[in-house]
């Protein structure tokens, strides 16, 4: 079996979602995609190493479920979305997930998000003809 | 004749959703993103559109991963939001169109685009944050609703000159239907983001802005780039810009700038908000 290489891999620090992924994560984002039901999510905050066992994660996804490392997850085929219905178990939204990623703290990430739109505002004048209000 | 009268884009960030059920529009973090909505919601007020297509990804509620359709349609009657896991409020259902849909999709497979038909939709925050922040203020929807999805979740991916391309076909399948309706179109999604990895957190205002005056001006120059130049400089999930094109495609060649608006960040998004009508 030999994946296919892709021009998106060269990207750095990203996880192109394509068919190799999806099949490496698929257990895992099936376990996730569970949680759109209320019972399964009651289920799975029971008992989160049984819940994981049941929809036959890996050892390692396991582990990185029960630790929160969306990084790893990320490595191990998780998809960014069904990765989000997991993070909320451990109280984390999107933003919390990117500092996580970048090894800060939430707040952290928050002013990387202002300072990478930094002067927008002064970009849409010199572009013209957006509202300003 | 059923008749596209406009066309609109917007972002879809479920933290919009979030921020509309909590009613934050005048909190300073959020009021210049929402004002920059009120020209849309007057525009639409005025000319009281009968169907609204939204073209929109679904992010894990409808479809799993298990089968990914890379286009899908509703043809119901009527269409369910539903619980997506993670805490995002549940709006009341949407009215749809059968009739209308089932010809849509006989033309647009007619002209060689085939489509995944669906009488049983449930519709995410891909659909549901649009129709909130067009028509929140109202007390009950008041258009019904074609539900048009694209996969931007898992790759491979249509790319943006297909979307444009099936947005022509759209135009035909739309034109082409004996009831007299007046429709909009809308395209959901991007800018520039990426929600994953260590390179989380990109924006791009710059290439947003250049995105918006492609979508208006010069389609073709989105439509030259492939997903992984996209990808390079909006982000993984910026991608979503391409289904903007399948709005672009559906509307006229040249048409009428109304409204252009921009906000960044809002959660880790680049959000534009385009107001287009049709000439004819």
Redesign the interface.
């Known amino acids: 079996m030999n994946w296919q290489a892709?021009?998106?891999d060269k990207?750095?620090?990203?996880?192109?979602?394509?068919?190799k992924r999806?099949h490496a994560g698929?257990n895992l984002?099936?376990m996730?995609?569970s949680?759109?039901?209320?019972a399964n999510?009651d289920e799975f905050a029971a008992d989160m190493d049984a819940y994981c066992r049941k929809y036959e994660l890996s050892d390692e996804q396991r582990e990185a479920v029960l630790a929160g490392d969306f990084?790893k997850l990320?490595h191990l085929g998780g998809?960014?979305?069904?990765l989000?219905?997991i993070?909320?178990f451990h109280g984390l939204n999107?933003?919390d997930?990117?500092a996580k990623?970048?090894g800060i703290t939430t707040p952290e990430?928050k002013q990387?998000?202002?300072d990478?739109?930094a002067?927008?505002e002064e970009?849409?004048k010199q572009?013209g003809?957006?509202?300003h209000? | 004749m059923a008749k596209i009268i406009g066309g609109i884009t917007t972002s879809h960030i479920p933290a919009i959703g979030n921020a509309m059920a909590s009613k934050l529009e005048n909190d300073p973090y959020w009021k210049?993103f929402f004002?920059?909505y009120e020209?849309v919601k007057k525009w639409l007020d005025e000319v009281q559109p009968d169907m609204a297509i939204i073209v929109y990804n679904d992010?894990?509620?409808n479809f799993?991963?298990?089968q990914v359709p890379t286009f899908a349609m509703g043809c119901s009657d009527e269409y369910q939001n539903?619980?997506?896991?993670?805490?995002i409020p549940i709006m009341p259902s949407f009215k749809g169109d059968a009739p209308f849909s089932w010809h849509v999709a006989e033309s647009l497979i007619n002209q060689g685009v085939d489509m995944c038909t669906c009488q049983e939709m449930k519709v995410d925050h891909g659909f549901t944050v649009p129709m909130g922040l067009f028509w929140r203020h109202l007390p009950e929807w008041p258009v019904k609703t074609m539900p048009f999805a694209v996969n931007t979740?898992?790759?491979?991916l249509t790319s943006a000159r297909r979307c444009f391309q099936v947005g022509q076909a759209l135009r035909k399948a739309v034109e082409s239907y004996p009831e007299d309706m007046k429709v909009v179109i809308i395209g959901t999604g991007g800018l520039s983001h990426?929600?994953?990895?260590?390179?989380?957190?990109?924006?791009?205002?710059?290439y947003d802005?250049q995105c918006m005056?492609a979508v208006i001006n010069n389609p073709e120059w989105l439509c030259a780039q492939?997903?992984?130049e996209i990808?390079?400089k909006a982000g993984?999930?910026g991608i979503e810009v391409i289904m903007w094109l399948v709005m672009r495609g559906a509307l006229s060649e040249e048409v009428d700038?109304l409204?252009?608006?921009?906000?960044?960040?809002i959660?880790?998004t680049?959000a534009g908000v385009l107001l287009l009508a049709d000439k004819g």
Request: charge should be negative; charged fraction near 15%; proline fraction near 4%.
């Open positions: 892709h021009d998106y990207i750095p620090g990203t996880y192109v979602f394509d068919g999806s698929y984002n099936r996730a995609y949680f759109i039901d209320k999510r990084l990320m998809n960014v979305y069904y989000a219905k993070a909320v999107v933003q997930a990117g990623f970048h990430f990387l998000l202002l990478n739109a002067g927008f970009q849409l572009a003809g957006f509202w209000g | 210049r004002d920059g020209p992010h894990g509620l799993f991963l298990n539903a619980d997506e896991g993670w805490g979740v898992q790759h491979p990426q929600l994953q990895g260590e390179r989380s957190g990109l924006i791009d205002v710059a802005i005056e492939s997903n992984s990808m390079e993984t999930e700038v409204h252009k608006h921009y906000h960044a960040p959660s880790n680049g």
